[in-house]
């Protein structure tokens, strides 16, 4: 980018993340807070306190509470006399605070009778003390009876001479009536947020509760003795947890309470972190101060959601403009088309990762939360990688004015080396093998060997025919069988390379069920008249895309690769050799060190080598040969692990080479390409282990849901978004780069997905241990019964049974309308897909091939021309 496309670009991501902030954070007027209210809820527990554990307040820490609060409120609530507790009659006394004074009841009954005793003789004692309430949502919670709870306040209500009275939901009142003869007034609690009011109508809500309590109760006072807004939690239906909602409300119900003369105590002073172990996240933030003592939101002038939201604006404007900067490095053939597309992903991406950050900083800290914060911004960053690498690939494929790099005119005079062809074969299909022969043998090139080379095939009924093949074919080809031969097709290939002829100059590749275009050689071997071209890589292609839907799904999967990949990594010389269609210098590989045998992928290994020689590739996207693709999809699984694993192999040897540069002669833009590749995969492999995160939270929730919490918004947007920008890439360069129909590209979509959980294990695997065995990919074999291909994916099947039985769980026990346990759902459905796509996948490889199916199959459109 050059300085007025940089200045341009910062312009308007200020101006974009200023107007959009802004909009989303318009003041709102309400009513003042009054100078003086009635009464709050007191609990004055400290962020490292917890009565459930004896761990109680200081006498001093309650008196600095209680002072924050006198001159601003006439009483405070309390819920227990145990502990320090017992003293809050006196230190509020002292300050001129009135008490309502509560008694702890559950069904612990040894504990009930040191409450109440010791609550008598505190009301005896403390004339401050207005009232009695004694048990708190006992009922609720189904700790004692109706009787057992009537007969603990007809014994307090003897024993003292203030009103008496227990407090529980509004509801309950209404179903338990008879409870009225035992107290002196109705104490209430009316907390839309529990019963997913939206905030705008929640203090009409509260009026009309009150209304309805007076109706059934005309003879008894009425005392709100919770009322409130949480500041955060899962959203119930339309009440949305907020500092800005809690704000509306209270200074809302404030006024509302002022006018109609009510009895109230705000549910609470202060928030309880400690509530959390039972109440779930919300239950910490119902405080008008936080844990800290600050207030959370102002009491006069007009609500804001987020105050500080002009320093998010900033800094989304600022992460958007250095995102789009790295991905502008070396773009110097970016149309503005492509400038725009970046621009507009990168600041997209900084502003909701400033929004992630911001939403998960406004909490109360716990080694839990900190551990998770610190998974998630692995996982945020994992994201923002995969986001990028596949927005830089499409911005590349779509919008560059040319491509850098093609096949280079040779001097007119430049002889034609000589080439030796190498076809590698284990327990291959004769037949298949003598067709690529006969293909190889109608090269219109005149100077070439081929040296077949058959490792370890046991049955002599398959290997001779091909040697009596060769014979027949004349001197040029020879054929070689080796039994116990090390190194899988590696060693296979070095074999043949110490027999080559001494002055072959390049050694060809082809996999043994190829059929070569007569042109292959003469078009492309002339790329060698340049001295640092090594390697000269023509597309893997494939002939049987029209015998059944399942091979017609996976021919259009790897054209994703060969069509689009592999054309924008030929731009920096940084493609992946093939281990067929390839052609490589043989001074370059003697020089390297031959096939490397001990990796599983000798192909993609071998071409990293030569780059870190600092030699070049160079790749045509013209078909020059087609194969055949797996039969089945166990097959297509297993050929994809092993590319999957040998690329980890790779990863691990090369570590230092490929991140750092500091050991190997890659370039910036051959590292970035080598790494950008692979981390789609490495995402798959990371995603394994959210998968199992997911079905473990969901079982927690079932299991416990008033204590556990579903995953926060922010934790299931980012994952949601990235597949479905990776989708909505699939389908527009499908459409447009390669020019597949909608059925194909659907079908390729389908197919790339039903390999995640291969894909994944392969990772893994790859990372922790060193060797796995070659897997040969069978070729022209018949496709697998139903009830076998079935069984070909038992892993995808118990986890996508897992999955959509423990979201369809989730949303049946779901009583709240939670949003939050419906994005949840939805993620666990979405993380299925990969699972259901694999089932899928194994049936329709197991269908018979007949005309009808044939339909399925794409037509073959012609590769891009060199250089477009």
């Not at 010791?118 to 949502?137: M, P, Q, S």
């Not at 003469?522 to 597309?539: E, G, K, M, N, W």
């Not at 992928?601 to 600092?614: I, N, S, V």
């Amino acid at each position: 980018m050059n300085k007025t496309q940089v200045f341009t670009a910062a312009a308007l991501m200020v101006l974009l993340s200023y107007v959009l902030w802004a909009g989303l954070n318009r003041p709102r007027e309400v009513a003042a807070w009054p100078a003086h209210i009635q009464g709050f809820a007191f609990s004055p527990v400290r962020a490292d306190q917890n009565p459930n554990e004896k761990r109680y307040p200081s006498a001093e820490e309650i008196d600095r509470d209680l002072v924050l609060l006198a001159g601003r409120v006439g009483a405070v609530r309390t819920y227990s006399v145990e502990g320090s507790f017992a003293e809050i009659p006196a230190l509020a006394q002292r300050r001129g605070l009135a008490v309502t004074l509560g008694v702890w009841l559950s069904d612990d009954l040894v504990r009930n009778e040191a409450e109440l005793a010791r609550a008598i003789d505190l009301v005896r004692t403390h004339k401050n003390i207005a009232r009695l309430i004694v048990g708190n949502e006992v009922l609720l919670r189904g700790e004692l009876t109706e009787a057992e709870l009537a007969a603990y306040l007809d014994r307090a209500r003897r024993a003292v001479k203030i009103p008496v009275s227990t407090a529980d939901i509004w509801s309950t009142w209404l179903r338990h009536p008879e409870l009225a003869r035992h107290v002196d007034f109705i104490a209430a609690h009316v907390l839309p947020y529990w019963e997913g009011v939206a905030v705008d109508d929640a203090v009409d809500y509260v009026v009309q509760r009150h209304r309805q309590l007076a109706a059934e109760f005309p003879r008894l006072p009425i005392v709100l003795g919770e009322v409130g807004w949480p500041s955060k939690g899962r959203t119930r239906h339309g009440a949305v947890a907020s500092v800005a909602n809690e704000a509306v409300f209270l200074r809302g119900f404030l006024a509302r309470a002022q006018k109609e003369g009510y009895t109230y105590y705000l549910m609470e002073a202060f928030d309880q972190p400690w509530k959390r172990s039972f109440e779930g996240d919300v239950g910490a933030y119902w405080g008008v101060y936080d844990v800290e003592r600050r207030a959370k939101f102002p009491f006069q002038g007009p609500i804001v959601a987020l105050p500080h939201w002009p320093l998010l604006a900033g800094l989304g404007a600022a992460l958007g403009l250095a995102a789009l900067l790295l991905l502008s490095i070396d773009g110097r053939a970016l149309r503005r088309g492509g400038l725009a597309f970046l621009g507009a992903v990168a600041f997209t991406a900084a502003t909701a990762l400033v929004w992630i950050a911001d939403a998960y900083a406004d909490q109360y800290w716990t080694p839990l939360s900190i551990g998770v914060g610190a998974l998630f911004a692995l996982a945020l960053c994992a994201i923002l990688a995969v986001l990028f690498a596949e927005a830089h690939e499409w911005a590349e494929t779509l919008w560059v004015s040319e491509r850098r790099r093609g096949l280079r005119p040779a001097p007119a005079d430049a002889p034609l080396p000589r080439v030796s062809i190498h076809v590698a074969t284990y327990n291959e299909p004769p037949a298949m093998v003598i067709e690529t022969l006969n293909a190889l043998a109608r090269l219109d090139y005149p100077d070439y060997e081929v040296l077949v080379i058959d490792n370890n095939t046991r049955d002599p009924a398959v290997w001779r025919p091909v040697e009596a093949h060769c014979a027949q074919l004349g001197a040029r080809f020879r054929f070689f069988h080796v039994d116990r031969l090390a190194g899988y097709k590696a060693g296979a290939l070095n074999f043949a390379l110490r027999h080559t002829a001494e002055d072959a100059e390049i050694i060809a590749v082809v996999d043994s069920d190829y059929t070569v275009d007569p042109a292959w050689l003469r078009d492309l071997a002339p790329q060698f008249a340049h001295a640092r071209t090594a390697i000269v890589q023509a597309p893997q292609d494939y002939r049987d895309a029209a015998q059944n839907p399942f091979k017609a799904m996976c021919y259009r999967e790897y054209q994703g690769f060969f069509r689009i990949g592999m054309i924008t990594r030929n731009d920096r010389n940084a493609i992946i050799q093939h281990g067929t269609m390839t052609l490589i210098r043989r001074s370059a590989l003697e020089q390297a060190g031959a096939w490397g045998e001990w990796c599983i992928t000798e192909d993609a290994e071998l071409g990293l080598r030569l780059f870190e020689h600092g030699l070049e590739a160079v790749y045509t996207p013209r078909s020059y040969g087609r194969g055949f693709t797996p039969d089945t999809f166990i097959d297509y699984k297993k050929q994809r692990y092993r590319w999957v694993y040998g690329a980890m192999q790779i990863l691990r040897r090369n570590a230092r080479a490929l991140f750092s540069g500091a050991a190997g002669g890659l370039d910036a833009g051959q590292r970035y390409h080598f790494l950008a590749g692979w981390l789609p995969w490495i995402a798959d492999g990371v995603n394994f282990f959210f998968t199992l995160g997911a079905l473990a939270w969901a079982g927690a929730l079932l299991i416990a849901p008033t204590r556990i919490d579903p995953p926060m918004v922010i934790f299931a947007l980012p994952p949601l978004a990235l597949f479905a920008f990776k989708l909505a890439k699939l389908l527009h360069l499908y459409r447009r780069a390669i020019g597949a129909g909608w059925r194909d590209t659907l079908g390729a979509a389908l197919a790339g997905l039903a390999l995640s959980h291969a894909i994944a294990k392969a990772v893994i695997l790859g990372a922790v241990t060193r060797n796995q065995p070659f897997i040969c990919t069978p070729k022209m074999k018949n496709a697998s019964p139903l009830s076998r291909a079935l069984l070909s994916v038992p892993e995808e099947l118990t986890l996508m049974c897992l999955l959509w039985g423990l979201a369809a769980a989730v949303l049946y026990a779901d009583a709240s309308g939670s949003p939050e346990l419906r994005l949840f759902a939805a993620v666990m459905l979405v993380q299925s897909l990969p699972y259901a796509a694999a089932v899928a996948m194994t049936f329709i490889s197991a269908l018979p091939q007949t005309r009808a199916l044939r339909a399925a199959a794409p037509s073959i459109v012609p590769a891009p021309a060199e250089g477009r």
